[in-house]
C-alpha cells in the first residue's frame, strides 16, 4: 500500500544506483551454480539485514534432504497485505568469454541468465522500501530463491513449510531481464510471463558394428540424425498454431571412433532433450504415445528409442506484455 508519488522513488532510485552496480559487478564475478549459492545467499541475507529486515538463511530442503541456501527477509510495517518480491540467485555451468573487467572469476560457471542483475535490483528495493518505511504500510516478504536454473529451488523451499513458517502473501511480484526490451524499458503481465519446460532423456537404440559394414548394422547414428530433425515436426505439424511449442536438443551423444557403429545414441546431460510449452494439450508425448514421435526407420529392424521424462513444469503464456518507458 503505497502512498508515495512516483517521483520521491527515481531520486531515491538514482542516488542507490552507483552502490547497486558495484554489487552487481561483484554477484557476476563470483557466479555460484544451482544448489550451491552459498556465498551469493549470504551476500544477499547480509544486505537485507542491513536495510532492516529480519532475515532467515537456508530456508529449503531438496529431496535428497539436502538444505538448500533460501533467503527469506521480513519487514513488517503495520496493517495491509503481504506482498512477496522474488529474486533467483544462481548462475549458468558455462564458461564467460566477455572479456568484461568484472567477468565470472569462478571458471565454468557464469551469470549468464541475469540473476545477478536481479538481485542487484531486488537489493535496490528492499533499501528503498526499507528507508521510506512511512510511506506504505503492510509486510514485505523478501525471497532469495536457489537453484531456479534446474527448477527445484522453489519446491525446496515450499517442502519446508515456507508459507507455514513465513506467512503466505496477499501478492508475489518477480521479475526477469530480456533481450526483447530494450534498457531503460520495463514489460508488466499479471501471472505467468514465461513457457515452462519438460526435459526428456531419449536413447536412440540401434546394433553396433563395424564401420565397413553397416548392413549387417542398425546404426542409431544416422538413426538419431533423422529423429533430431523430425522432432521440429512435432512443432509445426503435431501442435496447435495457438499452442507455442519449442523443442530443442542441447546434447547428443554417441560413438568412440570412426570406424565404429556404436550400438546407441543418447541425450542425456549435460543438456537433455528440452521441451518449452505454453498452453494446451499434454505435451510431450508420455511414453505411452511415444508411438506418436514422428520416426523415419533409418533400419530395417527399428527398436523404439527409450524415452524418460526427466521434468516437467507446465506453464501458461498471457497473450499480451504490456510495455512503457521511464520518462
Ligand atoms: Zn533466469
Redesign the pocket.
Known amino acids: 500500500m503505497m502512498a508515495a508519488p512516483a517521483d520521491d522513488f527515481r531520486a531515491a532510485i538514482d542516488a542507490q544506483a552507483p552502490a547497486l552496480l558495484q554489487i552487481y559487478k561483484d554477484l557476476h564475478a563470483h557466479p555460484e551454480i544451482s544448489q550451491h549459492e552459498e556465498r551469493t545467499s549470504a551476500l544477499l541475507a547480509e544486505e537485507l539485514r542491513k536495510a532492516g529486515f529480519t532475515v532467515t538463511e537456508h530456508v529449503g530442503r531438496y529431496p535428497d534432504g539436502s538444505a538448500a541456501f533460501g533467503v527469506v527477509a521480513i519487514l513488517s510495517n503495520g496493517e495491509g497485505p503481504t506482498v512477496l518480491v522474488r529474486t533467483?540467485m544462481d548462475a549458468l555451468p558455462v564458461e564467460e568469454k566477455t572479456g568484461l573487467p568484472y567477468a565470472s572469476q569462478t571458471a565454468g560457471a557464469m551469470h549468464a541468465?541475469?540473476?545477478d542483475l536481479h538481485m542487484a535490483c531486488f537489493l535496490g528495493t528492499a533499501r528503498t522500501l526499507g528507508a521510506m518505511q512511512d510511506r506504505w504500510h503492510g509486510t514485505l516478504m523478501l525471497i532469495g530463491q536457489p537453484s531456479?536454473?534446474r527448477v527445484n529451488g522453489a519446491r525446496a523451499m515450499l517442502a519446508d513449510r515456507l508459507y507455514e513458517r513465513f506467512g503466505r502473501p496477499d501478492y508475489c511480484i518477480a521479475q526477469?531481464d530480456t533481450p526483447d526490451i530494450a534498457a531503460g524499458q520495463v514489460g508488466m503481465v499479471a501471472g505467468p510471463m514465461l513457457s515452462g519446460a519438460s526435459t526428456v532423456d531419449v536413447t536412440i537404440r540401434g546394433v553396433g558394428g563395424h564401420g565397413a559394414r553397416p548392413e549387417a548394422t542398425q546404426d542409431p547414428v544416422v538413426m538419431a540424425a533423422q529423429f533430431v530433425l523430425a522432432l521440429q515436426t512435432i512443432v509445426s505439424r503435431q501442435t496447435a498454431p495457438q499452442d507455442p511449442a519449442v523443442v530443442t536438443v542441447g546434447s547428443i551423444h554417441g560413438g568412440t571412433r570412426p570406424n565404429i557403429i556404436p550400438d546407441e545414441v543418447s541425450s542425456k546431460s549435460p543438456r537433455e532433450l528440452s521441451v518449452r510449452r505454453c498452453a494446451g494439450t499434454r505435451w510431450p508425448p508420455s511414453s505411452e504415445s511415444r508411438a506418436a514421435w514422428p520416426w523415419q526407420p533409418a533400419s530395417r529392424k527399428i527398436v523404439r528409442p527409450l524415452c524418460r521424462l526427466t521434468r516437467r513444469n507446465p506453464c501458461r503464456l498471457p497473450t499480451t506484455i504490456r510495455r512503457w518507458q521511464r520518462g
Open positions: 533467483d541468465c541475469g540473476h531456479e536454473e526477469h
